[in-house]
């Protein structure tokens, strides 16, 4: 990847793989890997993190609620981002988590921000651009107005187009990357299958589980809106 970046390889007609031209930023080798390219995408990780993680703890309501925010996130930044694109993954997550709890009065640079990371993220790897972009639609089809929303989702596409320009890659070129992209992925999981032990399979399974029911009990109008008319409800009150 770094040797791609170096050359000047085109994406999708020299070189096919589910990586794409900025995928080098993630396991930069110098004095391959560009070092500004890599300061700007790391400040980028950065500066959404910060801004996620600010806003979950500002967002909580009394003190004990903000200690608790305050260790659960950075507990999972600690435990969870061990390489860059688990940090970058991370970050948008929390941003997305910041503009779903706030969806009444949204942080729309909140928004921007997370429909910037989508916009890069396929050029990085086509399946954390996939994801991505699901994340950004489900966030933005809650949101509210919808003209606003959907400008800030048109961010993403554009990001991707200009990165994959400024990356030194023909336009033409990636149409290209995609299609062989999502061949080499149609493959890749029997491939690379691994029969691992059940155990690890039923932990996470429990650990889904418990994030779901905590997200149904905590915040089910910020992450279910069907339960929204269920609350209002006397019963409830």
């Given at each position: 990847l ?5 050359k000047g390889l ?5 070189i ?5 031209p900025l995928g ?6 110098f ?5 500004s ?8 990780i ?5 801004t ?10 009394n ?22 694109w ?8 929390g941003?997305a988590a910041?503009v ?8 729309w ?22 994801e ?6 489900y ?6 107005p919808r003209?606003k ?7 993403a596409?554009?990001?991707t ?10 336009l033409?070129?990636?149409p290209?990357y995609?299609?062989l ?8 999981a ?13 932990l996470a399974?429990v ?19 069907a339960t ?10």
């Amino acid at each position: 990847l770094n040797m791609a970046a170096a050359k000047g390889l085109v994406f999708g007609k020299d070189i096919a793989f589910t990586y794409g031209p900025l995928g080098y930023l993630n396991i930069p080798q110098f004095p391959e890997a560009r070092q500004s390219s890599f300061l700007a995408y790391a400040l980028f990780i950065y500066a959404c993190w910060a801004t996620a993680y600010w806003r979950l703890v500002a967002g909580a309501g009394n003190s004990a609620s903000r200690w608790i925010t305050a260790l659960a996130a950075g507990l999972a930044y600690a435990g969870l981002a061990v390489f860059l694109w688990d940090q970058f993954e991370l970050a948008l997550i929390g941003l997305a988590a910041v503009v779903l709890s706030q969806r009444e009065q949204p942080r729309w640079i909140c928004v921007v921000l997370l429909a910037i990371g989508c916009g890069v993220a396929p050029l990085l790897r086509l399946h954390t651009g996939v994801e991505t972009a699901l994340l950004l639609g489900y966030v933005c089809a809650l949101l509210q107005p919808r003209v606003k929303a959907l400008l800030c989702a048109a961010i993403a596409p554009v990001v991707t187009v200009a990165g994959w320009i400024a990356s030194g890659n023909p336009l033409q070129a990636l149409p290209g990357y995609l299609r062989l992209s999502a061949d080499i992925v149609s493959g890749y999981a029997e491939a690379m299958g691994y029969a691992g032990p059940l155990r690890e399979v039923v932990l996470a399974l429990v650990a889904i589980g418990a994030l779901a029911l905590l997200c149904w009990r905590f915040a089910p109008v910020a992450l279910f809106p069907a339960t929204e008319a269920k609350l209002k409800t006397p019963e409830c009150e």
